[in-house]
């Protein structure tokens, strides 16, 4: 490898660093699990002070005020404790722990009236751009790229492009305009390929150029005399590495030019000191030369993909830069973050138009001869058996997700006949994680990189009515509508049958990827009441981007399929689901 090439490195998302100088350490005045619990105490306990919020390594959110020198700090703690300026439990850190700085809450004059941060309405609310910071702006800007929505740089500059692009993927994945609920989504759909591929920027100090780089997923191409070059795993990118005169520049801005086929005209830009070209060739593929004059030199970095990786193509593209660029981590600011921590805590509501299942088959199906119960029944010391729910293995530790709901009211869970126990729920969009003493080597199961589309074939898997069928049953169908009962954006329709027990089963693309978790379905006889026409397989499923950002914020990794697997037939999806399709059993 050429010296120019800096070693590449593994990058950690959460890696603590610096905020303080040598000597210096700030006072922290409390830690709360979330930052929206912080921000919310930022607000009314410590209105009267600028505060910032730290991210800790271990998750938990530090409230701080005023950096002192290390040297005077603990008088200075006493004075302010006993003047009652700062709890009495505060204390000056160096901030070896933190990770990212969440944002900054101002102070509030006497006469303001304290504003909190409202939940229930932000998440729903209309995209407002001017509340976030440029890091924010930027990392949403690369999400709108890799889904193909967004050309241009990430600069953090949110003008007509970036108010496009966002409109566009609003309209297209919920079907109304851009709302909070929306960026969260975009952030789910970033972090998943950040840990899949290990996406972050290279700052290649030698080219004096910064990247976008899968430093988790790439491996050296073919040696060249004038490239160093690397492929990416899961799709057919590449990059291109060159630093030479203004020879060697020109002439390969030129042969991009004369590679060029097709309608759409090339993209050029020539400037004294730096060059753009960008091309379509004969078979729709994609090339893109980049090339600054730096230090007495001409660097450029090439990427080039297949038309099928055209997203992935312009996320790297609209990353490249001259000098050293920060990172993208929407974990460094705020408002977006907030707003990711609403996600998991409000916005599903309780709908007494939604059929939840199971719970209890035996209310809506007689359990067989074989299990009804024995008169001696209340003498026996067997727990029993209230209801069957399905869930899916997404890790190889006997991690299970399902439905809260489906483990309320049980006292003892089963899965495959094994103890389990409830590791995190979450009953505003109806989630848990379980974990059982499973074998090793475990099937997991894959989770879609993208969404599925409206009208896209699916698959549900799962043990419906199993007192009566007893085993694995599969059904098939489409996405009827992008978004659930009454436009809700975590959920979607489906029109394959579900059944009491299915619940917390997983909803596979053609691929055999998860696309979502089945969680209800609407009730018939409600409808019927009301003198409506009666609906015929109405369901719904969690979204899938939403199901992973509830494993993100409970220390669960899913596991992403890599781009364009190959469509499964049916028998052999049915299979595969069957490995990792899970009965779980409620006792009382």
């Known amino acids: 490898m050429t010296a120019f090439i800096v070693a590449l490195c593994l990058p950690n998302l959460l890696v603590a660093q610096s905020?303080?100088?040598?000597?210096?350490?700030?006072?922290?005045?409390?830690?709360?699990?979330?930052?929206?619990?912080?921000?919310?105490?930022?607000?009314?306990?410590?209105?009267?002070?600028?505060?910032?919020?730290?991210?800790?390594?271990?998750?938990?959110?530090?409230?701080?005020?005023?950096?002192?020198?290390?040297?005077?700090?603990?008088?200075?703690?006493?004075?302010?404790?006993?003047?009652?300026?700062?709890?009495?439990?505060?204390?000056?850190?160096?901030?070896?722990?933190?990770?990212?700085?969440?944002?900054?809450?101002?102070?509030?004059?006497?006469?303001?009236?304290?504003?909190?941060?409202?939940?229930?309405?932000?998440?729903?609310?209309p995209l407002n751009a001017n509340l976030l910071t440029r890091a924010e702006?930027?990392?949403?800007?690369?999400?709108?790229?890799?889904?193909?929505?967004?050309?241009?740089?990430?600069?953090?500059?949110?003008?007509?492009?970036?108010?496009r692009a966002m409109r566009t993927f609003s309209a297209r994945e919920f079907g109304s305009n851009a709302l909070n609920l929306h960026m969260t989504a975009l952030a789910?759909?970033?972090?998943?390929?950040?840990?899949?591929?290990?996406?972050?920027?290279?700052?290649?100090?030698?080219?004096?150029?910064?990247?976008?780089?899968?430093?988790?997923?790439?491996?050296e191409g073919t040696v060249s005399s004038e490239f160093v070059n690397f492929e990416h795993q899961n799709s057919s990118l590449g990059i291109s590495l060159s630093r030479g005169g203004q020879a060697q520049a020109n002439a390969l801005h030129r042969f991009t030019v004369s590679s060029h086929r097709g309608p759409t005209p090339v993209y050029?830009?020539?400037?004294?000191n730096y060059a753009v070209t960008s091309i379509f060739k004969a078979?729709?593929?994609?090339?893109?030369?980049?090339?600054?004059?730096?230090?007495?030199?001409?660097?450029?970095?090439?990427?080039?993909?297949?038309?099928?990786?055209?997203?992935?193509?312009?996320?790297?593209?609209?990353?490249?830069?001259?000098?050293?660029?920060?990172?993208?981590?929407?974990?460094?600011?705020?408002?977006?973050?907030?707003?990711?921590?609403?996600t998991l805590a409000i916005l599903a509501q309780d709908d007494n138009k939604l059929d939840k299942t199971p719970p209890y088959q035996h209310a809506e199906l007689p359990p067989s001869s074989s299990e009804r119960p024995k008169r001696d029944q209340r003498q026996s010391s067997k727990?029993?058996?209230?209801?069957?729910?399905?869930?899916?293995?997404?890790?190889?530790?006997?991690?299970?997700?399902?439905?809260?709901?489906?483990?309320?009211?049980?006292?003892?869970?089963?899965?495959?006949?094994?103890?389990?126990?409830?590791?995190?729920?979450?009953?505003?969009?109806?989630?848990?994680?379980?974990?059982?003493?499973?074998?090793?080597?475990?099937?997991v199961a894959n989770f879609a990189p993208t969404p599925a589309g409206l009208n896209a074939d699916i698959t549900v898997v799962g043990f419906p009515l199993n007192s009566m069928l007893g085993g694995l049953n599969v059904t098939r169908g489409a996405i009827s509508a992008q978004v659930g009962l009454r436009g809700d954006g975590t959920q979607m329709q489906i029109s394959a049958p579900v059944q009491p027990g299915n619940s917390g089963g997983p909803v596979l693309d053609k691929t055999g990827s998860v696309v979502g978790v089945v969680v209800s379905r609407l009730r018939s006889r409600l409808l019927e009441n009301d003198q409506l026409d009666v609906p015929q397989n109405v369901n719904f499923a969690i979204r899938a981007e939403i199901a992973k950002l509830f494993l993100y914020q409970n220390n669960v990794v899913p596991q992403i399929a890599p781009d364009s697997l190959p469509r499964l037939e049916p028998e052999d999806l049915a299979r595969q689901a069957s490995r990792y399709t899970k009965l779980i059993s409620c006792f009382e």
Not at 72 to 94: F, M, N, V, W, Y
Not at 141 to 163: C, H, M, T
Not at 198 to 210: D, F, H, K, R, V
Request: aromatic fraction near 10%.
């Open 383 to 443: 727990p029993k058996l209230l209801a069957t729910g399905s869930g899916f293995v997404v890790g190889k530790d006997g991690t299970v997700l399902t439905n809260e709901h489906v483990t309320e009211g049980c006292t003892r869970l089963e899965i495959d006949g094994k103890v389990a126990r409830v590791a995190a729920s979450n009953t505003t969009f109806d989630l848990a994680v379980l974990t059982f003493e499973s074998d090793v080597g475990q099937t």
């Open 188 to 219: 789910a759909r970033v972090f998943t390929l950040f840990e899949r591929d290990g996406w972050a920027m290279m700052q290649n100090e030698p080219l004096g150029m910064s990247y976008l780089f899968p430093f988790k997923a790439f491996r």
């Open 268 to 272: 050029s830009v020539r400037k004294s």
């Open 19 to 125: 905020f303080f100088a040598n000597g210096q350490c700030a006072i922290v005045l409390a830690s709360k699990p979330s930052a929206t619990l912080a921000i919310e105490e930022a607000k009314s306990r410590f209105r009267d002070k600028d505060v910032t919020i730290y991210r800790s390594k271990n998750g938990w959110y530090a409230t701080t005020w005023s950096v002192l020198e290390i040297s005077g700090s603990k008088q200075t703690l006493q004075r302010l404790k006993a003047a009652g300026e700062i709890p009495q439990d505060a204390l000056c850190s160096r901030g070896r722990s933190y990770v990212s700085r969440v944002t900054t809450v101002r102070a509030q004059s006497a006469s303001q009236t304290p504003v909190p941060f409202d939940l229930e309405s932000s998440l729903l609310a």
């Open 283 to 342: 078979d729709r593929s994609l090339l893109y030369v980049r090339s600054h004059f730096i230090r007495g030199a001409w660097s450029s970095v090439v990427v080039s993909a297949a038309a099928r990786d055209i997203k992935i193509f312009r996320g790297v593209t609209s990353s490249i830069a001259q000098g050293t660029v920060r990172d993208l981590n929407y974990e460094s600011n705020g408002y977006l973050n907030a707003n990711i921590e609403a």
């Open 137 to 163: 702006k930027r990392f949403l800007q690369l999400a709108l790229a890799f889904e193909g929505d967004y050309v241009g740089l990430l600069d953090g500059d949110w003008g007509k492009i970036s108010n």
